[in-house]
Structure formats: structure tokens, C-alpha cells
């Protein structure tokens, strides 16, 4: 890969086969016209090519720590997943404080757990409302937690 010409997508770039999930890391840094800058983060969840989110609990909890994210943070641009189903791109809008990021991860993921219900789990405010599992997000999230020391290793 390295004497391959660099792809545009960063990922794309990144040897999957050296990382060891779970981890986050700083995946890029766009600035825009008015020095506004998004942080993109990888947050990987599962280990590549060895494992995958089913798509209820994946699907659930994106849609959680997309709601409670903002809870403890105004600078949350998105939360989105993968399509490789092992992790989640966070941006964030002029926040580049690592460590805050990752206590911002933390505290979604306890609510998370803490959760009663899945967010706007309806027809009405979902293209795909019948694909979701709470528990299913749940695990996910008490997994990566128990994990958080692990979290800024990203190559084993």
C-alpha cells in the first residue's frame, strides 16, 4: 500500500489489518473557508474483518448517541456509521480536545445503557423504524465500555 498512490477517502489509507479495535482515533481534520475546522473521529468498535454490529443494534444505537450525544456537547456535528458495520465517524465542529472527546463517548455510552427506549424509533421519524434493538445496543455499548482503556491503542 505504501507505494500505492494515496486514495481520497483517509480510511481507505489506513491498513485495517494493523488496527486493533476497540479504539478511537483522529481520522482527519477539514477547515473551511472561515477557519471553521470538523474534527473526524473513528470510533471502532469491532475488529475488522473478524467481526460486525448487527444492523438493529447498530441501527439503534446510532440513533441513540446521536440524540444523547448532544446532551453533553453543542459541538457534535454527527454521528454516523460505517458502512463496513465495525464503528462510527463522530465530527465535531472547532473541538480538538482528545481527551474530551473521549469523556464525551463515555458519557453518551452510560446513557446509552441507561436508556428506556430507542429515539425516534417510529415510521415517521425513521426510514427503517422496524430494525432496531435496544438490547442489541446496549451490549454494544457496555462492551466498548468496558473496554475504555483500550480506546487510544488503535495498532496492537
Not at 2 to 12: A, G, H, R, T
Not at 106 to 115: G, P
Request: aromatic letters at 6%.
Amino acid at each position: 500500500m505504501n507505494d500505492q498512490k494515496p486514495m481520497n477517502v483517509e480510511s481507505f489509507n489506513l491498513d485495517h489489518t494493523k488496527v486493533k479495535a476497540p479504539y478511537v482515533r483522529l481520522a482527519g481534520i477539514k477547515t473551511g473557508d472561515n477557519g471553521d475546522q470538523i474534527h473526524k473521529y473513528d470510533m471502532r468498535i469491532c475488529q475488522p474483518n473478524r467481526e460486525h454490529m448487527e444492523m438493529p443494534a447498530l441501527h439503534s444505537l446510532e440513533h441513540l448517541m446521536a440524540e444523547l450525544s448532544r446532551n453533553h456537547s453543542d459541538k457534535v456535528v454527527d454521528i454516523s456509521p460505517m458502512g463496513c458495520q465495525t464503528g462510527f465517524y463522530v465530527a465535531m465542529i472547532n473541538h480538538d480536545d482528545y481527551d474530551d472527546v473521549l469523556e464525551l463517548l463515555a458519557k453518551t455510552l452510560e446513557d446509552v445503557l441507561e436508556a428506556k427506549e430507542v429515539p425516534a424509533c417510529n415510521e415517521m421519524q425513521c426510514g427503517w423504524a422496524a430494525s432496531h434493538s435496544l438490547e442489541g445496543a446496549q451490549e454494544l455499548a457496555r462492551n466498548f465500555l468496558a473496554k475504555r482503556n483500550e480506546w487510544n491503542q488503535v495498532f496492537a
